[in-house]
């Protein structure tokens, strides 16, 4: 039975969402929110985290205090809990350090002159980091400094000895810190790999051993596997600059040829922006009728290129399968994480088709055309003629842009916050110190359909930038914020007098798109560079962090690794650790004495913004800083 108006908008706070969730019903396209429905009610020893499967003497399921409150093999609540938790945050770990490698070996090859289709675009970034992972780059020629900087992180995937060298960027009480709980990240793969074998049968058992690895493992994703995807991505593509460009369903053109690039790494998605750019493809699609060739992006590998290269962004998470529904894009190109099989029957209702690239990631019903570092410039081109030939059939009678787009500021790396400083982060701390902004928030993450869609990113943002605080946002939360007209200067108005005033001075909107998932860990420098500027522990500064509609494992390993590097966060949705009591604990309460923050879980916005404002209030008082 179709949805009423009121039920729809239940689901979503944004008009484009509403209006296309109607004409996804009429075209008989099942969603994310129907399948969601379809799903209830969900397993409850699942969503406490109390199901093991990880052998076959399994599965089980626990029920403490009563006959079945051990597994078969003696495992109880809190060890099953724990070790659930753990596999979530390698898995996160891993696949955001996958995407780091995939970087690597692009540089590599950019390096060894094997590949035509990259290049290196910031060569001063390049140095840089050269030099601070120690790498001697006196008289060397760039591709030699390229070769010696991809020779040393690859060390670091599997790490021979010690630890990763961004860890140099945290203040040195917390790698004492981290010393001291032996959970100093060695390389990702390493950690992973123990965090696999921790949680085969018979191995870790105790709880809170498991949870410490887990933190290990998550810091090897922040301040290893994403800070190399971050780092790595700004030297072959270009280090973010403030750019303005434009956001929601209204960004697809009803004259044009639409691709949208959906995934995370920017690999594919700048080799198919090069061959949408080639003037004779333009020439090509008015040859075949439109007025040009029109690419937008979804999530991640969207934020990428609009952080770096100010393409407009269609939607997040939950609006991949409505995009489709517009029956104007011609073509989806993914590479990997979080695309939704779910979007295979979306494309087989309209002329839209679906192209995987990546050998990890392949969708049975969609098209495979493989990316190399070697072929991406030839495989971009058949693309972008696949998109020719395909608009030549799409049902213009089934067309719907739901409404206009909204402008937005983007680009906003360390490098960039720094220029707009005026060099040196003396102002921004300055205006810390005055009160003018009385903290920094860092909202990321998903969309998932227990939340309704952007209702928490964009409440909790309005309610923290009225209050001073200072917001930076990545993945989906950042869509969902430029969506709302929060990432232009304009939005000040919404802020309190002092974070206003800063912002009309330096021109710069309240929240500031920092980029993709991978890109949080550009806030974690950040946050180190502040700590040693002011000479103290991350912990210590008057910062919060928040997934307020997270869904993905990789959301777990994110919010570990700043509660580990001192942050306290706040989640919107529960992790599936409430069936133990110790776990659950220690995740709300007990961390904060053993790495000086903790996760608070709140499905409120305004409650979690008031959580966030009272810890960045006590951390102030801490300081001597006006509250
Ligand atoms: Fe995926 Fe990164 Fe989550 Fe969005 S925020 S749903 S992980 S795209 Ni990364």
């Known amino acids: 039975m179709a949805r009423s108006q009121e039920e729809i908008e239940e689901l979503s706070i944004c ?7 109607e004409k996804a019903e009429k075209d008989g396209v099942v969603t994310v929110w129907d399948r969601f429905k379809a799903q209830q009610p969900q397993c409850t020893f699942c969503k406490q985290g109390l199901s093991c499967r990880n052998c076959s003497m399994g599965p089980c399921r626990i029920v403490p205090g009563k006959a079945r409150s051990l597994g078969v093999c003696g495992a109880n609540a809190d060890t099953i809990v724990a070790r659930n938790f753990g596999r979530g945050v390698a898995a996160g770990a891993a696949a955001h350090s996958d995407h780091g490698r995939d970087l690597l070996e692009t540089l590599d090859a950019v390096a060894n002159s094997e590949t035509q289709s990259y290049e290196i675009r910031d060569v001063d970034k390049l140095l840089r980091i050269a030099k601070e992972l120690g790498i001697n780059t006196e008289g060397k020629e760039t591709l030699q400094v390229a070769k010696d900087l991809s020779s040393t992180l690859f060390d670091e995937f599997g790490i021979k000895k010690g630890n990763i060298g961004f860890t140099m960027r945290v203040p040195e009480v917390r790698r004492k810190l981290w010393e001291s709980l032996t959970i100093s990240p060695r390389g990702v793969d390493r950690e992973v790999v123990e965090m696999m074998h921790r949680t085969h049968m018979g191995v870790d058992q105790d709880p809170v051993s498991l949870l410490l690895h887990a933190a290990r493992v998550s810091l090897s994703d922040g301040w290893g596997g994403s800070m190399v995807a971050t780092e790595l ?16 369903l209204g960004v697809l053109k009803e004259d044009e040829i639409n691709i949208l ?3 995370h790494s920017p690999i594919v998605s700048e080799a198919v ?12 699609a008015r040859a075949a009728g439109a007025k040009g060739i029109n690419l937008a992006g979804l999530c991640c590998t969207g934020n990428e290129l609009l952080m770096r290269q100010g393409i407009p962004m269609a939607g997040n998470h939950l609006m991949t399968e409505l995009a489709i529904a517009t029956g104007v894009v011609e073509l989806v190109i993914v590479d990997y994480q979080c ?36 072929n991406a410039r030839t495989q971009a081109q058949k693309l972008v003629e696949m998109a020719i030939e395909l608009y030549k059939k799409r049902d213009k009678n089934r067309v719907l ?22 060099g040196s982060l003396a102002p921004l701390l300055d205006a810390i110190k005055s009160g003018k902004i009385r903290g920094v928030a860092g909202l990321v993450g998903c969309n ?97 962090g928040s997934a307020p509609e997270w869904y993905s494992e990789k959301a777990l390993s994110i919010g570990l690794y700043f509660v580990a590097s001192g942050v306290y966060t706040v989640l919107g949705v529960t992790p599936n650790i409430t069936g133990s009591k ?17 996760f608070a879980v709140d499905t409120d916005p305004h409650k979690m913004a008031e959580l966030m404002i009272n810890h960045i209030n006590k951390k102030r008082k801490k300081l001597n800083l006006p509250v």
């Open 273 to 284: 922006l090069t061959a949408v750019r080639d003037k004779n493809n333009i020439e090509r």
């Open 15 to 21: 008009k484009d969402a509403q209006i296309m969730i």
């Open 448 to 544: 998932n359909p227990r939340r309704k869609h952007d209702y928490c990113h964009v409440t909790l943002t309005k309610e923290l930038i009225k209050n001073d605080i200072l917001v930076l946002g990545t993945g989906c939360s950042a869509v969902a914020m430029g969506k709302a007209g929060l990432y232009m200067p304009e939005a000040a108005s919404l802020a309190g007098t002092g974070l206003s005033s800063v912002c009309k001075a330096l021109n710069i909107p309240p929240a500031l798109h920092v980029g993709s998932c991978v890109d949080n860990s550009r806030i974690l420098h950040l946050c180190g560079l502040v700590a040693k500027e002011l000479g103290v522990d991350i912990s210590d500064l008057p910062v919060a």
């Open 582 to 598: 110790l776990v659950t604990d220690l995740a709300l309460n007990g961390l904060t004495n053993v790495v000086g923050a903790c």
């Open 233 to 248: 991505s700004d030297i072959l593509f270009g280090t973010p600059k403030p750019v303005e460009s434009k956001v929601n």
């Open 339 to 374: 695309i939704m099989p779910g979007l295979i029957p979306a494309m087989n209702c309209y002329h839209t088709k679906m192209v995987t690239t990546s050998p990890k990631a392949k969708f049975p019903g969609a098209e495979h055309v493989e990316f190399s570092v070697k």
């Open 261 to 263: 690039v959906h995934g």
């Open 401 to 422: 842009i739901p409404v206009e787009p909204v402008s937005m500021m983007s680009g906003f790396s360390n490098e960039a916050i720094l220029e707009a400083l005026g």
